[in-house]
């Protein structure tokens, strides 16, 4: 970690001296390649530790749980996109530091990196503003505070004290100390890391699953609510439509799971060690609302293997992976604002059908959705649905052999793009990302960072007009 650090550091300051006289302002164009080359970039260097503790330490024993750079680069990039993939097939065996490097990975990249730096960095002046609009989470986040850094600053205290306070509850249900606050790191910022092969469910403690929970569930709400609670407006939660739609979805979504899996088979991970049993009501509930809220949440933790559950659950899961949390939150996937607005498009538009000549505007509680809202709004669901496919046909061409099913190579595609890390077959809740070739593990890592920056701040590098400076 030392050596990484100083590694970055001697970069950072040599970047730092060759552009200290430089005048330009922060434009627009400029704002987009910062952010992108942030994280495409920072995840460079946040793979440093894990390979050169991998060639230069110990391991883990014969097999190197990062064989190439490409392996560190997948992991540092699901780390800092919050999205809890990985490559290592032990996760106990690898030492603690590099365990806590991991989860901080995660924190760090839960409420942006460019937005921590927005909020120390004074001297980004004007430019914050342009770099906290493409780097902050959601269609249309608001800011809390009349200064741009001042809003990042609030958010990141908020961060900040939601984490102590899991942690504390944490370790107050039983964890120790290093596995509180490494899983609180991975539950704040919906990534999913765990110190351990079972994840949440080595821990067998109803407590400690409802703490979980409780705070996966914060972690999924817009943080300006959190900025009014602290100001006494508890109106202001009530009148949020997201929050309405969002707490919905999840109570609909846990009830039919739940019910799905009573009287089932249920492979649980009860303190590392797989035991199936026939799911009673209460273990049902306590399954599914758990990986409901997880999936949804985009956290990616696992208290049972759903690999095995039947099509229904399994089903409602793969539909909450896109669905996701709110705008502002630190959770991925599309967003309920966005669903919210695409059925009152769609709706908008039946109504044309019968009454072609009633002009109604479209409203999200009592904020009129504009014509450019509503055409970003549908253009990113469209290009979410069209990455998912062509990262899961990616996938298939470039596992041609030995091969992977469709269900692992969809599912895998939808996990990295919506930032929620297990999916079904292969890439299930016990399983890992290893055994993907390298070119897919790029690929895999690409749409990390697409979903992660909501995929048109890495789009736009692609295209040629983007780079003229005309």
Request: aromatic share 12%.
């Amino acid at each position: 970690l030392m050596l990484s650090a100083g590694i970055g550091a001697t970069l950072g300051s040599g970047l730092w001296w060759w552009s200290r006289r430089s005048s330009a302002l922060i434009g627009r164009r400029e704002a987009m390649l910062l952010v992108a080359m942030t994280w495409l970039l920072g995840a460079a260097m946040a793979a440093m530790p894990y390979f050169l503790w991998s060639h230069l330490g110990e391991g883990v024993g014969t097999e190197q749980p990062f064989d190439s750079y490409v392996d560190a680069y997948f992991e540092a990039m699901s780390g800092l996109t919050t999205t809890g993939a990985t490559v290592i097939a032990d996760i106990p065996a690898v030492p603690h530091s590099l365990l806590l490097w991991r989860a901080l990975t995660q924190w760090l990249g839960g409420l942006g990196i460019v937005v921590l730096f927005v909020a120390v960095l004074p001297s980004l002046g004007v430019g914050a503003r342009k770099l906290y609009r493409f780097e902050a989470p959601g269609p249309a986040t608001e800011s809390v505070r009349p200064q741009i850094r001042e809003t990042a600053r609030v958010l990141w205290l908020i961060y900040f004290g939601l984490t102590v306070v899991e942690a504390s509850l944490l370790k107050l249900a039983g964890m120790s100390w290093f596995d509180a606050v490494a899983h609180t790191f991975a539950t704040l910022s919906t990534g999913g890391f765990s110190t351990q092969n079972a994840s949440m469910g080595y821990f067998p403690s109803i407590w400690i699953d409802s703490i979980v929970i409780v705070f996966m569930v914060l972690a999924g709400v817009n943080f300006g609510l959190f900025y009014h609670l602290i100001r006494g407006q508890w109106r202001v939660l009530w009148k949020d439509t997201e929050l309405r739609v969002y707490m919905l979805v999840l109570l609909i979504a846990s009830v039919i799971v739940a019910a799905s899996l009573v009287g089932g088979r249920i492979h649980s991970m009860s303190g590392g060690e797989a035991a199936a049993a026939d799911a009673s009501l209460g273990e049902a509930a306590r399954h599914g609302v758990f990986q409901v809220v997880s999936i949804q949440t985009t956290s990616g933790f696992c208290t049972a293997d759903f690999n095995w559950w039947a099509f229904v659950p399994q089903a409602v899961l793969v539909l909450l992976m896109f669905v996701g949390a709110s705008a502002g939150s630190t959770g991925g996937g599309i967003k309920i604002i966005r669903i919210i607005i695409l059925f009152k498009v769609l709706w908008a538009e039946v109504e044309r059908v019968f009454r072609p000549h009633v002009v109604r505007s479209i409203k999200v509680g009592r904020s009129v959705i504009n014509a450019e809202l509503r055409q970003s709004t549908l253009a990113y669901i469209l290009g979410i649905l069209l990455l998912f496919l062509i990262g899961a046909g990616a996938l298939m061409l470039l596992e041609a052999s030995p091969g992977i099913d469709f269900k692992t190579a969809a599912t895998a595609s939808a996990a990295t793009l919506n930032n929620i890390g297990p999916g079904l077959g292969m890439v299930g809740a016990t399983e890992n990302y290893a055994r993907f070739s390298t070119p897919s593990k790029l690929v895999l890592s690409l749409l990390m960072a697409l979903g992660r920056l909501e995929l048109f701040a890495i789009l736009v590098l692609f295209t040629p007009r983007f780079w003229r400076t005309d």
